[in-house]
C-alpha cells in the first residue's frame, strides 16, 4: 500500500515539476539539495501558477507531500522569492511571486471557495440572477447565499446595492477561464462556453 502511494507520489511530482522547471520563476532549487528535494521543489513552482490561490492543504494534498515536507520547501521557496502568499481568513493561499495584484489575489480566494465560485459563475451567465434565483441553481439556502454575498461585496467583488452585482465582471471572467482547469468540473464547462459572454457588460 505504502509503495504503490509512494509511485503515485512520484509521478504527481514529476509531472508538476516538468511545469515547474519550464516556469519563469525568481528563485530555483538549490543546487545542494537532494534529488528528491530538487523535484519537490520543482514539483512545487509548477503547482503554484497553475493553481494560484491555492491554500496549504489544497497544495500538500495535490502534492502528496507531508504536512512538514510542504512547509519546509514552501518555506524556501518564499525565502528564494519565487512565490508568495497571503492569509485569507483561517488559510494561507499561494501565488507565484510579481504575478498578480491584491484584487486578483482576494478574486482567487474566493474563486477557490466552492459557494462563492458557483455564485460567480451563476452571476457570470445571468447579470439578473436574485437570490433566490442563486441558491436554486447551487443547491444552498438563502442564508448561505447572504453570508457568501456578505462576504464577496466585503472583498470588493460584489455590490448589493440593487440586487447582487458584480463589481469586477471582466477580471472574473478572466481568471475563471484561464484557470478553469483548477476550479472544478462545472468552472472547465464554463470556460468552454465563454465565447458567448465575451460581450457580457453589466
Known sequence: MTEGFDGRKRETLRRFAA?????????TASADDGTDENETREAIRGYVPTTPGAHFSKLRDDLRLGTGE?????????????????KDADYRRFFPAGRFDATDKRALGYLRRETPRGMVLALLRDPDATGADLANALGV????????????????????????????????????????????????????????????DP
Open 141 to 200: 439556502s438563502r442564508p448561505t447565499i447572504s453570508a457568501a454575498a456578505a462576504d464577496l461585496e466585503a472583498a470588493g467583488l460584489l455590490d448589493r446595492t440593487d440586487g447582487y452585482a458584480l463589481t469586477e465582471p471582466e477580471r472574473l471572467l478572466t481568471l475563471v477561464v484561464r484557470y478553469a482547469d483548477s476550479f472544478d468540473a462545472e468552472a472547465v464547462a464554463f470556460a468552454d462556453d465563454a465565447a458567448s459572454l465575451v460581450a457580457y
Open 70 to 86: 510542504a512547509q519546509y520547501h514552501l518555506r524556501k521557496l518564499e525565502e528564494a522569492g519565487a512565490i508568495e502568499s497571503v
Open 19 to 27: 511545469v515547474g522547471a519550464a516556469a519563469p520563476f525568481v528563485g
